[in-house]
């Protein structure tokens, strides 16, 4: 079964804003990683935060975990329409695999 | 380097015929995956291979066999398709580097069976 969930299924912003979603998972895990994937292309990893950590950055991402909820979030700032593309979370419980959530659709408008 | 490729990139299919799905990656990869995406559901795994000559079960891998004769190749057949197998498969493939499974992924294939 699916480990990750996201919230919310799809997201429409204006260019400029922040984007923010949710992912909630149900096992314990060794990371919690994110990916993109545009329109009919594969998935490309964007950011992994370790367990024992809270919070991490990598440009204009944002990335927090809770590990006391099996939860974390993505926060995109300063959208732009290039951003527009489905966001996944994906929780690895160190058995060699991944268990990808139903993903995020961000639409930004222009 | 290529990364991840994939082979074909469409293909339709008659129910109950036969067809393999070629992934190669050239990154010296240990780990090889075989995903489905479908509408509402992300990616399910349906096999994986943790190395040459390895292959075991993800979460959906009823009506499909694997092979992984080669590191760089692995392979996804289906023997006797069927309507239910329509979907988008996507490989993907990994060396967990300290121990992170950081996965690179192809372009797809998109199978329609009819």
């Known amino acids: 079964s699916q480990q990750g969930e996201e919230d919310p299924q799809a997201l429409s912003i204006q260019e400029g804003e922040n984007a923010t979603m949710n992912c909630s998972y149900k096992t314990s895990i060794n990371n919690l990683q994110w990916y993109r994937q545009n329109s009919g292309r594969g998935l490309v990893h964007l950011i992994l935060i370790r367990s024992n950590e809270r919070e991490k950055h990598s440009g204009r991402l944002r990335v927090t975990l809770d590990t006391s909820k099996k939860s974390s979030s993505l926060l995109i700032t300063a959208s732009r329409a290039a951003d527009t593309a489905s966001y996944f979370c994906a929780a690895d419980n160190n058995d060699y695999k991944l268990s990808f959530g139903a993903g995020t659709t961000v639409t930004v408008r222009a | 380097n290529a990364g991840v490729t994939q082979t074909p990139k469409f293909r339709v299919l008659k129910t109950g015929q036969s067809m393999t799905l070629l992934c190669a990656q050239d990154?010296?990869?240990?780990?090889m995956y075989w995903y489905r995406q479908d509408p509402g559901m992300g990616l399910r795994l349906i096999h994986y291979?943790?190395?040459?000559?390895?292959?075991a079960k993800g979460e959906v891998p009823d009506g499909y066999n694997v092979s992984r004769l080669k590191k760089q190749n692995f392979l996804l057949g289906l023997e006797s398709a069927a309507p239910s197998q329509t979907s988008v498969y996507f490989c993907?493939?990994?060396?967990?580097?300290?121990?992170?499974?950081?996965?690179?992924f192809g372009p797809g294939t998109r199978l329609t069976v009819l």
């Open positions: 291979s943790v190395g040459e000559g390895t292959t």
């Open positions: 993907a493939s990994s060396q967990l580097a300290g121990g992170l499974n950081e996965q690179f």
């Open positions: 990154m010296n990869h240990e780990y």
